[in-house]
């Protein structure tokens, strides 16, 4: 069963989640409900799945294309920034085996250079089930994108998550690294070529990952992430002749997350050192960032502040400027938060701490293994046996980041509460890098002092 980025027993010793008293982002804030039965669609196969690899979104069990990508893109970018920070704390070969685990899943749905399988089984019959993995009887039903009814924002975003890790992999494995380029660079021209949002030709989709933000933002994050393990100049000329028109560039962008790109775009083409775009860099640093979004604000915070340091440079917004430091102190009293310096004194990632949630809205956290209970477990059953039981989870799902306290920092741990209790990958693969960044901080006997108490 393969529902959380990390495979391991293993978290980071340390030490924050909210933008202050913003909750720490939980998965998309759909009910439970019983679904109808998939109506017929051109999107979709026939026959069923079976693909070993890649991510269940969050606490169901369907692969979504979208968000699996996202989560892909960024352990990645964690990998690349503080690959050495996790050798250091134990975590590199984790990180590395989440990574392929996703990639390996996207190259066997790349069928071909205009074709992308994007999800495999679908919210409405998942979420009229409450079964293991193990027990599954859902449909497996996969949904592709392709010419005749195009994803841009899906193709764009795989073709991130490829591009990233095959930076990841360049010296490790240049075979693999040459074979996630090649698949990155056909899904971004299929992107480009036959655009058009996906939801909006796998309708299906449309009540869980709806992309809200279009594709454009997608095209530019690509198209960067090609620059990157490229080099290519092609690409970096595409999100400057396309950056204003596609949006975003100008904006004060207020999330970064599965579905909205555009701050990890200004954040990747602001660190661009080349002197010939020094004005397009001055104009992205420029613009003020705030989020909702805690765990990926703090990775795109740390990420910065990290940057200006090597480049000894300050943040100048509107109001004043930011050092470096005032930048990663902030940061770190975010993940701060998320692991217990909060009101609730409790620790939003699991498994970390003496307090942390104990009734994760989890399908296969909250029913026994399959090696303590061989029995079947049908849908009702697990819904009426599991799934409204008061006791703690039997199965603990290590390192994943809960949905977190409302906008009053109240958290109620209840299995049914999903905006709070339920996990997701995306969420929890941003923290990957800034703890191991953190990290650093405990191994060196470091000692930053806060600069915003939590209250």
């Known amino acids: 069963m393969h529902g959380f980025v990390f495979k391991t027993t293993k978290t980071f010793p340390t030490a924050s989640s909210t933008l202050n008293h913003n909750a720490p982002a939980g998965c998309p804030t759909i009910k439970e409900s019983p679904g109808a039965t998939t109506p017929p669609s051109p999107t979709a196969s026939n026959k069923e799945w079976t693909w070993w690899e890649g ?6 069990n369907v692969k979504f ?26 975590e590199y070969d984790h990180a590395l085996e989440a990574i392929k685990w996703g990639t390996d899943y996207f190259i066997k749905a790349h069928t071909h250079p205009n074709e992308l399988w994007v999800e495999v089984g679908d919210g409405d019959t998942d979420h009229y089930c409450w079964q ?33 890790a095959s930076i990841v992999f ?27 949002k996906y939801d909006n030709s796998i309708e299906i989709v449309k009540g869980y990952y709806p992309s809200v933000s279009g594709f454009m933002d997608e095209l530019l994050w690509a198209a960067l992430w090609l620059h ?30 599965w579905d909205v790109k ?36 703090s ?33 770190k009293s975010q993940v701060d938060y998320i692991l217990g310096a909060n009101p609730m004194s409790i620790s939003y ?41 008061l006791d703690p989870n039997p199965n603990v799902v290590v390192g994943a980041l809960v949905g977190g306290p409302d906008e009053n920092d109240q958290f109620r741990d209840q299995r049914s509460d999903f905006a709070q209790t339920e996990a997701c990958t995306y969420n929890t693969a941003t923290l990957a890098g800034v703890l191991a960044r953190l990290h650093r901080l405990i191994s060196h006997d470091l000692h930053i002092s806060p600069l915003i108490a939590s209250s």
Request: net charge positive.
């Open 55 to 60: 991510y269940y979104d969050a606490g169901d």
């Open 65 to 90: 294309g979208l968000p699996m990508a996202f989560t892909i893109t960024m352990l990645s970018w964690g990998v690349i920034e503080y690959g050495g920070d996790m050798v250091g704390a134990g």
């Open 132 to 164: 293991r993995p193990e027990d599954m009887t859902t449909s497996r039903r996969a949904y592709k994108v392709d010419e005749k009814n195009p994803g841009s924002d899906v193709a764009g975003e795989t073709a991130a998550a490829m591009a990233a």
């Open 170 to 196: 360049r010296k490790l494995n240049p075979h693999y690294a040459n074979l996630l380029l090649r698949h990155a660079k056909q899904l971004f021209e299929f992107g480009d070529k036959y655009r058009g």
């Open 228 to 257: 990157k393990a490229t080099d290519m100049e092609v690409y970096l000329k595409y999100v400057l002749e396309n950056g204003h028109g596609f949006g975003g560039i100008t904006w004060a962008i207020t999330e970064f997350s």
């Open 262 to 297: 555009y701050a990890g775009v200004q954040i990747i083409a602001s660190m661009l050192r080349e002197e010939k775009y020094k004005e397009h860099q001055a104009c992205t640093r420029a613009i003020p960032f705030k989020s909702r979004y805690v765990s990926t604000a």
């Open 299 to 331: 990775f795109l915070l740390t990420i910065y502040s990290d940057y200006l340091q090597s480049t000894n440079q300050t943040l100048k917004c509107d109001r004043g400027s930011l050092n470096p430091q005032e930048i990663f102190v902030f940061a």
């Open 349 to 389: 990632l699991v498994g970390y701490g003496l307090n942390f949630p104990q009734r994760v809205h989890h399908r296969g956290a909250s029913i026994e293994s399959y090696k303590g209970n061989k029995g079947f477990i049908g849908c009702t059953q697990g819904y009426d046996n599991w799934f409204k039981r």
